[in-house]
């Protein structure tokens, strides 16, 4: 057994405690990511959770990751509303700015990285034009 394939592939995610809060109306997760100390952001948590938990079109926040000392786990709480009304209603309006504002930011990053191709295509239809305007500079320095 010193293989992987013979312990079977296990999740990065190991679900702690599934609470289903009916006074709340939300259902609350904690859970371990395995080997991600350092590495994982809110916004990658809650779709790396989405994904694990097929919780598509339902409100996830994430309220909580704490990284352990000496550990490369990371453990995570989260809400999950299925009305995002009730999620701004019950959790403090903070933590919706801080989401948004992560949002906007990796929204700009995409944004950057998709105008870095088209520049880069640009750029090589350029040279092209360029060399042929550079030629008679050549000749202009030899006469």
Not at 15 to 44: H, P, Q, W, Y
Not at 104 to 124: C, D, G, I, R, T
Not at 133 to 141: D, M, Q
């Amino acid at each position: 057994m010193k293989y992987l394939k013979d312990f079977g592939y296990m999740s990065i995610i190991e679900t702690i405690t599934d609470v289903d809060n009916t006074f709340l109306s939300r259902r609350e997760l904690t859970c371990n990511f395995a080997g991600l100390a350092g590495k994982l952001k809110k916004l990658e948590a809650v779709d790396m959770i989405t994904k694990e938990f097929k919780l598509d079109g339902k409100v996830v926040i994430p309220m909580r990751l704490q990284t352990h000392v000496g550990k490369p786990i990371v453990t995570g709480t989260f809400f999950v509303y299925e009305d995002e009304g009730l999620a701004k209603k019950h959790v403090n309006p903070t933590i919706f700015s801080r989401l948004e504002k992560s949002k906007a930011k990796l929204a700009e990053a995409e944004a950057a990285a998709q105008e870095a191709p088209a520049e880069e295509a640009v750029s090589e239809e350029s040279p092209d034009g360029d060399k042929g305007a550079e030629e008679p500079k050549a000749e202009e320095k030899s006469e």
